[in-house]
């Protein structure tokens, strides 16, 4: 089936029932302007969701490009389509985890919209039930955190399916939302990584073919379910149709959550957020990658233009270091925290991570041999470990490592003599005590980017 | 005509199993080294032919059942 014939062929699109679309060149879809609306203010904005069938969900998925939300850029249709097969070959029920929990310190897009539009998340999480049969929802959060209040307020709201739908409290640790983690978690209640070898989709919570998507993921589902791939695709670039919701952070005027349109410039993204024009930002979260931000301030925000200039799009978390900003220093923070937030199950967590946060701080101190171990070690723990948490530091130790042997040359050679280094490393949240929480909406609509909202404290 | 075996045998480990017992490259030092910090490093791809047997060993050499064997038909 071509995009076309599912825009237009698929019964259940709104167009059909009467209900309006809102404007697609509008890219305030996933947050409306008022926090927590009703089911009745929900529906009234985005009208009913329709009926579908796995074949159609997914092929509707598909010819929307929907990449998933969480940090690893999975094709949402294609997870589907292999859940919807193991609930045919084992005859079992399928079970839909919406992740809500965000464990990237440096993002709040998740915590934003569920609290602007939790219907819309959970609209995407039975829809996906409905689809494929399942006959259980949980709704993953962290414990303690406002969403659960959020989600059981609006699940309150609805009325009973024969699905059962949960609210469950994860620990607030990183780790503890990978997917494997959560399902385990749900099984076990042991919060640790089960490792690359186990297939989720076939054998998941409860031994059934289970659906981890990330709340931005289902949101974006509720839409296409809704309005179809031609809406959908209305704007963003022909690779990643759609809008991201992008958390920016650090050393910017106006910090917070907005939507884009796939294929916005940075500079449009940064500038609005009032960014310093140079220096250096962290891409993509805590496993992310520093760019030059006078360097990418022509690259389109997509998967695609973001990984060929050397950045990564990861949560969709941008966090700039204000000038002089410490790229090693920052980096050093990071990797300890990664080290300290493993599960310390497989060796290349539990001894590689502590040894490159240890070369990356000595690095800093002046420690020159300390680069030619970060050179040794870093390709021994890539790919090694029970998870890609591992491979996450490596990449961000990685990228360090170019800044300091290319443009930030002369820093490192600050650092390498004892010249001492002026900055605060201190200006990429890592949670705890600090930890960033949603701030109120700070400004209005605009056209290309809207909805800021949230403050990374 | 050449004749090609039908399956390809690579080694796997399960890095959450693994405890380093290192028996795994004393049985096949040839091709399984170790990290500085005793876990195995494996070679990457199909094994030779000639290797499988001593790999099946390697594997039921290890303690914790971490290393195994995956065979793939091409």
Redesign the interface.
Known sequence: MTATELATGAPALNSIIGHAMPDPYATDRLLPNRRSPSLADHVARLGPMPRTTPAQLAGLLQAAGLLGRGGAGFPTGRKVSAVAAAVISKRLPAVVVANCCEGDPTSLKDRVLVERSPHLVIDGALHAAEALGADRVVLAVHDDSPARFVLAAALAERPLTSCEVTVVEIPDRYIASEATALVRYLNSGDARPAGRLVPIWETGVGGRPTLVDNAETLAQLALIARFGPGWFGAVGTPAEPGTSLITIGGAVQRPGVVEVAHGTPLATVLGRAGAPSAGWALLGGLAGRWVDLSAIAGVGFSTAELAAAGGTRGVGSIIVLPPGGCVLGETARILRYHADAGARQCGPCMFGLPAIAADMTALGSGDRGALDRLRRRLPVINGRGGCGHPDGAVALAASALLVLSTRENGHLHQHLTGGGCQAQPVVVPLGGASAPRPGAPSRPAGSAIINSTGRLS | MITRSRTEVTL?V???A?R?HGLCAEEMPEAINL?????P?LPGGPLPPELVRRARAAAAACPVLALRLEQRRR
């Open positions: 796997r399960d890095p959450i693994c380093a990290d500085e910090w005793g876990y490093i």
